[in-house]
C-alpha cells in the first residue's frame, strides 16, 4: 500500500523546483549576459512568491538589485497590479516595473529596500514617530488626489459596493464565529452590517488602497524623504477614511488613542489644504473612521482566522487581540456617539457580544494572546 502522506511532500518539492527554474530560465533572457543570485523572501498573506535578485559584474560586485513576483496562480492579480501601479504612479511612489511576462506571472519590480515603516517605528522618539506618520498621511492624501473618474474611465477600477462591503463582513461570520464556537444572531448581525454599509456609501468616495499599513509601506533606499508603497493591487473606490483607519489603527502596531486623535485631526487639516471633499468637522471625520473601521476590523479578525484554519499561517492569529481591541473601541464609541439609527442597530449588537462573543473569545485566546 502507497503512503499518500509521504508523496505528497515530494510533488510539492517537485513543483516548486520546476517553477524556480522556470523563472530561473526567463530572468536569464531578462538580464541576458549577467550574472545573478536570486534569493527567495518570505511569504505574505497571499498565494503570490517573491524573491531578491541581485545582478553581479565581473567582479562579483551587486550592480542592482530588485524584486521578482511569481504568481502562477493569479495571473488575474498580477494584470490588476500592473494597471493599478499605472494609476498610481504619477501620484506617489510605487514600485517602477522593470519587466513582465503576464502569460507565464513573471514580474520584475523596483526593489525599496527591506526597512518597512514598522521598522522605522521601533526605537524611535515621538518626534521621529510622528514625522513618520506625517510622511504616511501626506501619502495617502497624495493618492487620494488622484481624479475617481480616470480611476473608474482609464483603469476600471470598482467601487467597493454594498456586495463587497458586505461579503468582507461576513469573513467574521463564517471564520471567526465558529473558531470560537458560538451561537451567533444573525438578526442582530444583519441589522448592524446594514447600518455600517448605509453610513459607509455616503462617505466621500476616493482611490482606496485597502492594506495602508505599516507592512506595506517602505523605506524607498534610493530616496529616503519617501515612502515606497506596494500590495496596491486591490485598490477599489470607497471611503475617504478606510485607508486611514488602516494606517493608525493597524493590527501591528499600537498608539493610544489621544495619539490617534491627533493624527485623524493632522489629516483632515491636511486634506483640506489639498482641496479634497472631507468633513465638515473633526467629529464626523471621527464618525466616519469608526463606521469604517468596524467593517475593516470585523473582516481582518475573519481574514486572520481563515489564515490559521485554511492556510497554515497560525502567526496571524498572535495579532488578532489588537484588532479585537480596536473592534470594541469603534463600536463602542458608535453606541455612544453615532447617529441615532446607528446606535439603534449597535446596541443590541454590543450586548450581544458582551455576553456571549467576548467571553467564547477571551476563553479561546487569553492563554497564549491576550
Known amino acids: 500500500m502507497t503512503d ?105 519590480l523596483q526593489d525599496f529596500g527591506a526597512i518597512e515603516f514598522a521598522h522605522l517605528l521601533v526605537d524611535a522618539t515621538p518626534a521621529q514617530i510622528d ?32 456586495e463587497l462591503l458586505d461579503r468582507e463582513m461576513d469573513l467574521f461570520s463564517d471564520w471567526f464565529i465558529p473558531y470560537i464556537g458560538v451561537e451567533f444572531d444573525k438578526a442582530l448581525w444583519n441589522t448592524l452590517k446594514e447600518a455600517l ?65 491627533a493624527w485623524i485631526n493632522d489629516f483632515w487639516q491636511l486634506q483640506k489644504q489639498a482641496g479634497l471633499t472631507t468633513a465638515d468637522s473633526i467629529e464626523q471625520l471621527g464618525n466616519d473612521m469608526n463606521v469604517i473601521g468596524v467593517q475593516r476590523h470585523l473582516k481582518v479578525l475573519g481574514i486572520f482566522i481563515r489564515l490559521s484554519e485554511r492556510d497554515g499561517k497560525d502567526r496571524y492569529l498572535a495579532d488578532i487581540p489588537k484588532v479585537m481591541r480596536d473592534l470594541m473601541f469603534e463600536l463602542e464609541w458608535l453606541e455612544a456617539h453615532g447617529r441615532p439609527h446607528m446606535q439603534q442597530a449597535v446596541a443590541p449588537f454590543n450586548e450581544s457580544l458582551r455576553d456571549n462573543i467576548l467571553p467564547a473569545y477571551q476563553n479561546k485566546f487569553v492563554q497564549q494572546y491576550i
Open 197 to 261: 454599509i448605509k453610513e459607509i456609501l455616503q462617505q466621500p468616495q476616493v482611490i482606496v488602497h485597502r492594506d495602508y499599513h505599516s507592512r506595506n509601506l517602505m523605506q524607498d533606499q534610493a530616496d529616503r524623504s519617501r515612502l515606497g508603497v506596494i500590495d496596491f493591487q486591490d485598490a477599489v473606490i470607497g471611503s475617504y477614511t478606510y485607508d486611514l483607519v488602516s494606517l493608525l489603527r493597524d493590527a501591528y502596531v499600537e498608539w493610544p488613542e489621544s495619539q490617534v486623535s
Open 131 to 162: 514625522e513618520h506618520y506625517q510622511l504616511a498621511m501626506q501619502t495617502l492624501v497624495a493618492l487620494q488626489t488622484v481624479p475617481v473618474e480616470t480611476a473608474k474611465s482609464q483603469h476600471q477600477l470598482p467601487d467597493y459596493d454594498t
Open 4 to 108: 499518500k502522506t509521504l508523496l505528497e511532500p515530494n510533488m510539492i518539492d517537485t513543483k516548486l523546483n520546476s517553477r524556480l527554474q522556470q523563472l530561473e530560465s526567463w530572468l536569464q533572457q531578462v538580464f541576458a549576459g549577467q550574472a545573478f543570485q536570486l534569493d527567495s523572501l518570505p511569504g505574505d498573506a497571499s498565494a503570490r512568491q517573491y524573491h531578491r535578485i541581485q545582478l553581479s559584474d565581473s567582479n562579483d560586485t551587486t550592480v542592482a538589485h530588485y524584486i521578482v513576483m511569481d504568481s502562477a496562480d493569479e495571473q488575474d492579480a498580477m494584470r490588476q497590479f500592473i494597471n493599478v501601479t499605472k494609476l498610481m504612479a504619477p501620484a506617489i511612489n510605487v514600485p517602477t516595473l522593470i519587466a513582465q511576462d503576464v502569460t507565464k506571472g513573471f514580474l520584475v
